[in-house]
Structures are given as structure tokens and as C-alpha cells.
């Protein structure tokens, strides 16, 4: 049985980390730190584990050593803190910004600061198991996945490995979930409400993890616009492509490239109300749904993809990550699907 604690269990990664790994047959969640909420039961900041879980959040400075501990920190608090992190646990899993890059320089381009702990950027993985499978199995340090990233990874991985992709722009609908629990201007209800607000037109901070996965030689430009939902995440990519294709060329890309994949879905239909990818139907789960059309002139391919925000883009993808460590079939504990309607 892993042992397994979570830094930082208050917030909407903690709970959903929480909440999963309390159905894991090989975990056993010990600890979970909140400074503001020490002292009381993990259904206080969570409410849908009211009789599921009997933890109590500890002080931070009261943390045990166990087998592994998983960093759900606001960016740059676990990386000032990664030494005392590793004295306790002989495997780390830090869900933040702080490991996702591989160097101090581009992790202070896009973050505005200079790294707290650079020398430890080249010993964490990226937790991307569709990317980094062999890497992750056994690994000690596994750095988490931006959830737009993400998306965006997934979506675009097939064609840029075919060496077809020649540039794309993306627009991504997010929601709130996905800043965090902490109350702020664009949260306040009269202001999320009915939104469709564009708050990162260009250079998103993710952009560095797209580029670390698909390449910096692609022109690639994403947007990110709030929208009036919890949690999920859309994407609409325009791909231009650099010979034309035919629909029968994609579908066998995509199919090729995640034929094995266990929690990459393939929706494209040619009819029906869900015939393309929707954050609501993955609501929950570990799943990333991509769908795609193509324009007649064979070169334009819009490719949409929907996950959870907090599942696959966070949550999920760690305990994915969690099983390689252990070597442990991957799928272990995220085996379910969403709730529909």
C-alpha cells in the first residue's frame, strides 16, 4: 500500500486529488496539509466527501514522512520548498507550474521570476503519460500538466509528429475552476456570470509546455477565454496543413497515435446532438475527447478536444502519472465515466 500526503489538500486540486486516490486500491492518503484549515475535516473545504473521508487537515509544519507526497501549491511555493519536500518522501508529484520546464530561462520568460530551485528543473519528469510513458515508469520526481497545455498537446500531437501540421490557432474556453479556489475581480459572481471574457488573447504561460512537447518550429497561437462554467475545458484549433488530405487520412493519424491510449477518445460523428468533443460529457473523468472536421480544400482541419480541467488536467493525469511511478497498471483507480445529462 502507497502512503501517500497531499501539500496544499484545500484547494479544488487537493479535494479532486483527494477524492480520487480514496477509491485507488493501492493508496492510502495519510496526510493532507491547509494552513487555514488545520485542525478540521476534510469536508469542510470539500463538502462531497462528507462521510467518505474521517482525515483532518494538519499544519504544513507538521507534515510525516510517507511514501510519496503530492504538491498541490499555488506556483512557486513548492519549488522554495522542494528540499524539505524530498527529506520526507522518496517520491514527489508536484502539481504546480514549478517542474513542468526543463529550463531556468524560459521557466522566468513566461513566469516573470526567477526560478527558486533551478538545479532540480532537470530531475522531474513531465507528467504527461501520452508523451512520456517510458520516462514516467519507476521515476522518483513527476512534475503535474497545465490543464490547457493539455488540451492542446493532445489535440495537436498527431499531426506535428506526421509532420503535416505547418501552424495553428487555437482558441480555448475554460471554466472558473481553473483559478483556483481563492476569490479574485474576474470571480466575483456579477462579473463571471454570463461571461465570455477574453483575459489571455496571446502569450499564455502554457505555451512554454506546448512548445516543450510539440516543438518551438511550428507557429503556434492560443487564446484563452473565460466562459460560464465550472469545470472544463474546450479547445478549437485551426490547423493548416501542408498537403491536402482527405477525411479517411485523419481519422487513420488519430487513430494510429492513440489506438492504445486508454483515456483518449476519438468523436467525430456525421450526426447527433454529441458528435463532436464537449467538456460536460468528460465532466469528472480522466478522459480527453478530440473530434475533428475538415474543410473542403483538404488543408484547413479544425480539431476540437474537451477534458476536466481538474481530471485530466490535473488531478487525473497525476494519478495517472502516480500508477507509472509505482508501476502500476495506469488505469488503476480512474477507471469511470462522466455523468450524462
Not at 486529488?17 to 478540521?40: D, K, M, N, W, Y
Not at 474546450?234 to 487513420?252: D, M, Q, T, V
Request: charged letters at 20%; proline letters at 5%; a negative charge.
Amino acid at each position: 500500500m502507497i502512503r501517500a500526503g497531499i501539500v496544499g489538500g484545500s484547494g479544488y486540486t487537493g479535494g479532486e486529488l483527494l477524492r480520487l486516490l480514496h477509491f485507488h486500491p493501492q493508496v492510502e492518503v495519510t496526510q493532507i496539509t491547509s494552513r487555514e484549515q488545520a485542525g478540521r475535516y476534510a469536508h469542510a473545504a470539500h463538502p462531497n466527501l462528507r462521510g467518505v473521508s474521517s482525515l483532518r487537515f494538519i499544519h504544513p509544519d507538521a507534515l510525516d514522512e510517507c511514501d510519496l507526497l503530492f504538491l498541490a501549491l499555488p506556483h512557486g511555493t513548492a519549488a522554495r520548498n522542494i528540499e524539505r519536500y524530498a527529506g520526507l518522501a522518496p517520491k514527489l508529484l508536484d502539481l504546480s507550474a514549478d517542474f513542468r520546464l526543463d529550463c531556468a530561462a524560459t521557466y522566468e520568460k513566461y513566469y516573470g521570476e526567477p526560478h527558486p530551485a533551478p538545479r532540480w528543473l532537470v530531475r522531474f519528469v513531465y507528467g504527461l503519460p501520452e508523451v512520456n510513458r517510458e520516462s514516467l515508469v519507476g521515476a522518483s520526481y513527476v512534475s503535474g500538466v497545465g490543464c490547457n497545455a493539455t488540451a492542446l498537446n493532445l489535440a495537436l500531437l498527431p499531426l506535428v509528429q506526421a509532420g503535416i501540421l505547418e501552424r495553428a490557432a487555437c482558441e480555448i474556453k475554460v471554466g472558473s475552476s481553473e483559478g483556483g479556489n481563492k476569490s479574485n475581480l474576474g470571480s466575483h459572481h456579477p462579473i463571471r456570470s454570463g461571461a465570455v471574457r477574453s483575459y489571455k488573447a496571446t502569450g499564455h504561460r502554457h505555451l512554454a509546455e506546448a512548445q516543450l512537447v510539440l516543438g518551438e518550429d511550428i507557429p503556434l497561437h492560443f487564446s484563452v477565454t473565460a466562459i460560464e462554467m465550472v469545470r472544463g475545458i474546450h479547445l478549437l484549433a485551426h490547423c493548416y496543413l501542408s498537403e491536402p488530405k482527405i477525411e479517411r487520412n485523419i481519422w487513420r493519424l488519430y487513430r494510429g497515435r492513440y489506438r492504445d491510449e486508454p483515456f483518449l477518445r476519438l468523436v467525430s460523428g456525421k450526426a447527433g446532438l454529441h458528435r463532436l468533443p464537449e467538456p460536460r460529457v468528460v465532466a469528472g473523468t480522466n478522459y480527453c475527447d478530440i473530434g475533428f472536421e475538415l474543410d473542403d480544400d483538404g488543408t484547413h482541419l479544425v480539431v476540437i478536444a474537451a477534458l476536466d480541467n481538474l481530471g485530466k488536467g490535473a488531478a487525473g493525469s497525476a494519478v495517472q502519472a502516480m500508477n507509472l511511478m509505482h508501476e502500476l497498471d495506469e488505469t488503476t483507480g480512474l477507471e469511470f465515466p462522466g455523468f450524462y445529462p
